[in-house]
């Protein structure tokens, strides 16, 4: 009756925002959440890993915005599909990595007037997005993500999982992230 | 108590218990009778990360509802300590003291770490008549998420409407 807990679901997709090749031995899915300073340490960690596993890894990112603790954390995600969905995905990942970038600038770094500057930033129009925030447009697709998190045993931000399995293990040290997924990848 | 203790199994009667929600309030098990009750016992409060097991199921506390259920966390935790961090940390669901005697309610469930001094993480899905439907001990350090919780408030629900004459949907 009950599968194994802390397996992803639904499996990755073209509705997924993915960076690396699709045939990639490894796939790492990130749920993250724009407000985290834990998702932000993690951001730091994530290129160095990626870099060393040079092609073998396709990471996807899934939101799970924790409205109670983060109170800008769901606008930060519904602004990041706005983004997505007016300007690619190279705009997503550009505006993805502005939030981390600047989330511990101040109280406002997350307000709506920061979002939809880094949204100008990344290449959408400012309009469009502030319009979509305004209409909360991606409010179900992000609660559909983060969803999909907690069935698949999301314990918190953020969580990981490779090749579908929610990863215990530490991803604060770039050596040992790499080696959980050197070891995935074999 | 021996260290051969082990969690309470789907099938079994729940034990009731009454402990402290706040300084001068009281909740019993029994109060929930007639709606499935989730318990979620956990270590202690003010654990350092976002998102932590209690704030996490405060995140998805509309969907423990659709299915009618009650959460209620427990730990060794003082009632003062409780009415802290539900307050930092904007719970919007009881937490209960098994403060004294420590540990109780979490012995009586089989959860306890003695070692520890402390509840282990261990969740329990209880239908309306008090029966245990589902539980599960994670794995020291593994904080469980909310999926296995989810699957069995739907498997009970399940169950229920196939039990039920008609069989409402």
Redesign the interface.
């Known amino acids: 009756?009950?599968?194994q807990?802390?397996?992803l679901r639904p499996a990755v997709s073209d509705d997924d925002h993915v960076l690396g090749p699709p045939d990639a031995p490894v796939t790492l899915v990130e749920y993250g959440?724009f407000q985290?300073?834990?998702?932000a340490r993690a951001h730091k960690v994530l290129p160095k890993v990626l870099k060393r596993l040079d092609g073998q890894v396709r990471f996807v990112f899934r939101n799970?915005p924790?409205?109670?603790?983060?109170p800008n954390a769901v606008h930060a995600a519904e602004a990041a599909e706005s983004v997505s969905a007016r300007a690619g995905e190279q705009a997503f990942w550009r505006v993805h990595d502005l939030m981390y970038d600047h989330q511990r600038d101040g109280d406002d770094s997350l307000d709506d007037a920061h979002l939809v500057r880094y949204a100008e930033q990344a290449g959408a129009n400012p309009a469009d997005v502030a319009l979509d925030l305004a209409g909360d447009v991606y409010e179900s697709e992000v609660k559909a993500d983060?969803?999909s998190g907690?069935?698949?045993?999301?314990?918190?931000?953020p969580?990981f999982f490779i090749n579908g399995q929610?990863f215990?293990g530490d991803w604060t040290s770039a050596d040992a992230f790499a080696a959980a997924l050197e070891s995935a990848a074999t | 108590m021996s260290n051969t203790q082990t969690i309470l199994q789907a099938g079994t009667a729940a034990p009731d218990f009454t402990l402290h929600a706040t300084p001068d309030q009281t909740v019993s098990l029994s109060d929930f009778r007639g709606r499935p009750v989730i318990l979620a016992f956990y270590p202690a409060d003010w654990s350092p990360?976002?998102?932590?097991?209690m704030?996490?199921y405060?995140?998805?506390l509309s969907?423990f509802h659709k299915h009618h259920a009650e959460l209620l966390g427990i730990s060794v935790d003082g009632a003062w300590c409780h009415n802290a961090f539900a307050h930092d940390?904007?719970l919007h669901f009881p937490l209960l003291a098994d403060f004294e005697p420590k540990g109780t309610v979490a012995r009586q469930y089989g959860v306890y770490q003695e070692h520890e001094g402390t509840s282990g993480r261990a969740l329990f899905v209880i239908d309306g008549e008090g029966t245990i439907r589902?539980s599960?001990l994670s794995p020291p350090?593994?904080?469980?998420?909310?999926?296995?919780i989810?699957?069995?408030l739907e498997?009970l629900d399940a169950s229920t409407h196939a039990a039920a004459p008609g069989g409402a949907s």
Not at chain 1, 36 to 39: G, I, V
Not at chain 2, 49 to 53: A, E, L, S, Y
Request: aromatic share 8%.
């Open positions: 009756m009950i599968e807990q802390g397996t959440d985290c300073p834990h998702c799970f924790l409205a109670e603790s983060h983060f969803m907690v069935r698949s045993g999301v314990n918190g931000t969580t929610r215990e | 990360v976002c998102g932590d097991q704030a996490l405060n995140e998805i969907e940390r904007k589902w599960y350090g593994v904080n469980p998420g909310a999926d296995g989810l699957e069995a498997a």
